[in-house]
């Protein structure tokens, strides 16, 4: 049970307990609603990953999250241009917005410190 593959912390985006340049990858899915702001959560990503780590968020757009009327208090909605552009003004290249198919609602945004 304890392999320690894995270790779990509580805490923000903004203030990550983590070291600077402490992963290559950092994936997060679903979480950009609980964010305080996309611009000090970007910037603390890229300050956790060594240079040319890859950043992967996942999520599902402003568009579709308002339909599904999700509470306002809790959930802060985002498009896709305001993720790519937080992303990229946080100081990433190679950004990109990548769906299944152009039907699908999930956007995936890869970014290389």
Wanted: aromatic share 8%; glycine share 8%.
């Amino acid at each position: 049970m304890n392999a320690g593959r894995a270790e779990f912390r509580v805490g923000t985006i903004e203030n990550l307990s983590c070291a600077a340049a402490s992963f290559d990858k950092v994936c997060t899915v679903n979480t950009i609603y609980f964010w305080e702001s996309l611009d000090a959560g970007f910037v603390e990503i890229r300050r956790v990953l060594r240079p040319g780590g890859l950043a992967v968020i996942g999520f599902l757009p402003k568009e579709h999250m308002d339909r599904m009327g999700m509470p306002s208090d809790i959930f802060t909605t985002r498009s896709s241009d305001e993720v790519s552009t937080a992303i990229e003004r946080a100081g990433f290249s190679q950004v990109r917005i990548e769906r299944r198919a152009a039907s699908t609602a999930w956007n995936v945004v890869l970014a290389t410190r």
